[in-house]
């Protein structure tokens, strides 16, 4: 069954560097979105995308990140200057334009640490 | 204003017994999904059971069976016959039809007790 692939798994940088997060999405899907996961807590949504551009975004999702889609297959998510409280969980997900049973497929994620 | 509320923080279950997970959701649009996913301790987020908002009927997927009543706006996860690999977060989501937004619940903690 396909899967959404994301990496790096964890990932590990110092306060004021960036990071980019990348993700493959399903191939054949059409909406794709970024959350996050603070440890043991709520998902929280940040972005999503769909006909290379964004369709919405989070009051999280500021000047700080940004998304892209360079290359037809991957998405990534970079953040610009990292914070302590970026540390989470991020998942990137995608689905299908099927507005029906269609769920969310979630990659397996990548831990960000940030020191 | 589209919101999903799970309101049990924690749960237990002795293994092999049922447990019921709760959720309520509020949408105004009539055209909407509803989702439960598993988070074991691993972390990847597992896809378990659709229901679809003009579904006549209750989804089943193996042991997970939703309880949708939508009247009270209500769809409950029912894990029949508990096994110890059930341990994990479980979350119910929602998308309704007229965006490609999904909204999550702050999740239940269920723990199954040997």
């Known amino acids: 069954e396909p899967e959404v692939t994301q990496t790096p798994s964890h990932q590990v940088t110092q306060m004021g560097q960036e990071v980019i997060l990348r993700c493959v999405p399903i191939?054949?899907?059409?909406?794709f979105y970024w959350y996050r996961q603070i440890l043991g807590q709520k998902v929280e949504f940040l972005v999503s995308?769909?006909?290379?551009?964004?369709?919405?975004k989070s009051e999280i999702f500021d000047d700080q990140f940004s998304v892209e889609r360079p290359d037809g297959s991957n998405f990534t998510l970079k953040i610009r200057s990292t914070k302590l409280e970026d540390s989470a969980m991020y998942f990137c997900?995608?689905?299908?334009?099927?507005?029906?049973?269609?769920?969310?497929?979630f990659g397996n994620g990548t831990r960000l640490t940030v020191t | 204003a589209q919101k999903i509320t799970q309101t049990q923080p924690g749960m237990f279950v002795q293994e092999k017994e049922a447990v019921t997970l709760d959720c309520t959701y509020d949408t105004s649009d009539p055209s909407y999904g509803l989702f439960w996913y598993k988070q074991p301790s691993s972390g990847e987020m597992i896809f378990l059971i659709y229901q679809g908002s003009y579904d006549q009927q209750n989804a089943t997927e193996g042991r997970y069976s939703l309880n949708f009543q939508k009247a009270r706006k209500s769809a409950n996860l029912v894990i029949s016959a508990s096994q110890l690999g059930d341990s994990a977060m479980y979350f119910c989501?929602?998308?309704?039809?007229?965006?490609?937004?999904?909204?999550f619940g702050t999740g239940t903690s269920l723990t199954v007790i040997p």
């Open positions: 997900a995608s689905t299908t334009e099927d507005i029906g049973n269609s769920p969310l497929h």
């Open positions: 989501a929602m998308r309704v039809f007229t965006g490609n937004q999904f909204y």
């Open positions: 191939s054949n899907h059409l909406y």
């Open positions: 995308f769909y006909n290379n551009e964004i369709s919405e």
